[in-house]
């Protein structure tokens, strides 16, 4: 199926500063720079001592995401395992030889302050990553190490600053094997990444504004064909909610051959008509080359666009990052055509705004 004609709005630059004002759009262009400033972060950060047995990273939404990355790419050679905790509790198995990050942009996230209590309480080494607020504070008067990252983005827009630092402190900890040479590749790639997707580039010959304008009359299915971009699927979803305020869905292969794909048999006809968008990695095995060959062939037949993205780079944190700036771009200027602003998430602010305590 053609995609409709490309509107010229995300072609014309003052057009774009107009629709985002705040400026989405140039942070996320920035994330290569950032890959590398999130590792600096973590420079002579006490790192708590000894190996530990396991790694658990507590967080909510933009916070989160980068504990799931973290593990990704820890999988499957980590020697100890990594979880990501979204809830107030924590696991039994927290104590004094988990190494607890706690990631929280704002500092002031309910869920993850109110999990710090458990942590402090199991007496677990713990690391915080955070802006400000009272998780800096708090941190700081338990003797914590706090990693401060630079405030006034939206959380969604520090990842790197978020994740870099863990990743840097695991690797200090002998449980990663990322080397200075992998960061400063990786953000080299995404700079060029930025230049090749970027608003200069237009609609014509730029693959993120052109898959924004086909998801547009559509609600986006993100398919990760490989556990290990599982992660970056969830962070296409919402960054889609978040960015271009609409409703989108993320599974994984193989585990979607078994439930997911049934759900397709009555997506004929149906609106907002569902366009899957695949995302694939050179790692993947061959078993799961076929299994996205399968569903595409049985299943995926009501879809008017299948799409598939492909990560590019050479290290596991390159290639993820590389799907990741792909995904933040079709999400802003999804935005930006649609004629909402992608900064603002009102919703999520009116909540917790309610849930303060009086
Ligand atoms: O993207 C967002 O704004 C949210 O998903 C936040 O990250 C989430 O509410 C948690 O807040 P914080 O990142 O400040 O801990």
Not at 29 to 55: F, H, I, N, Q
Request: glycine residues 8%.
């Amino acid at each position: 199926m053609q995609p409709k004609p490309m509107p010229m709005i995300l072609d014309d630059p003052r057009e774009l500063s107009r629709a985002d004002p705040s400026d989405m759009l140039g942070t996320v262009l920035r994330l290569g720079p950032m890959v590398a400033e999130g590792w600096e972060l973590a420079s002579g950060v006490a790192v708590p001592a000894g190996r530990p047995d396991s790694v658990v990273v507590i967080g909510m939404g933009g916070s989160a995401i980068g504990g799931d990355l973290l593990r990704a790419l820890l999988w499957p050679a980590a020697p100890v395992p990594v979880i990501t905790v979204r809830d107030e509790r924590l696991p039994g198995f927290v104590g004094t030889r988990t190494l607890v990050f706690l990631c929280s942009y704002s500092g002031n996230t309910e869920e993850t302050l109110a999990a710090y209590n458990a942590v402090c309480a199991a007496g677990a080494p713990a690391v915080a990553i955070t802006s400000g607020g009272r998780l800096a504070g708090r941190a700081r008067r338990q003797g914590h190490p706090v990693i401060d990252v630079l405030p006034g983005l939206q959380p969604r827009a520090a990842l790197p600053l978020l994740l870099m630092p863990m990743l840097r402190v695991a690797s200090e900890l002998g449980i990663d094997g990322s080397t200075e040479a992998e960061i400063r590749q990786t953000a080299r790639l995404l700079i060029d990444l930025a230049h090749e997707w970027g608003p200069d580039v237009p609609a014509a010959s730029n693959p993120a504004k052109r898959l924004a304008r086909v998801l547009l009359d559509g609600r986006p299915a993100i398919y990760a064909a490989s556990p290990f971009v599982e992660p970056v699927a969830r962070r296409w979803k919402t960054q889609l909610n978040e960015n271009a305020k609409v409703q989108a869905s993320f599974d994984v292969f193989p585990e979607l051959l078994h439930n997911e794909v049934v759900g397709w048999e009555q997506a004929g006809g149906t609106t907002p008509r569902p366009h899957v968008v695949l995302l694939r990695d050179a790692e993947e095995s061959s078993r799961n080359a076929l299994r996205v060959e399968l569903a595409r062939e049985i299943a995926f037949g009501p879809a008017p666009t299948i799409t598939e993205v492909w990560a590019q780079g050479t290290s596991r944190l390159a290639r993820l990052f590389s799907l990741i700036l792909f995904g933040d771009l079709v999400s802003v200027y999804m935005a930006i055509l649609s004629g909402v602003d992608p900064t603002p998430v009102e919703p999520i602010t009116r909540i917790k705004t309610r849930l303060q305590p009086d």
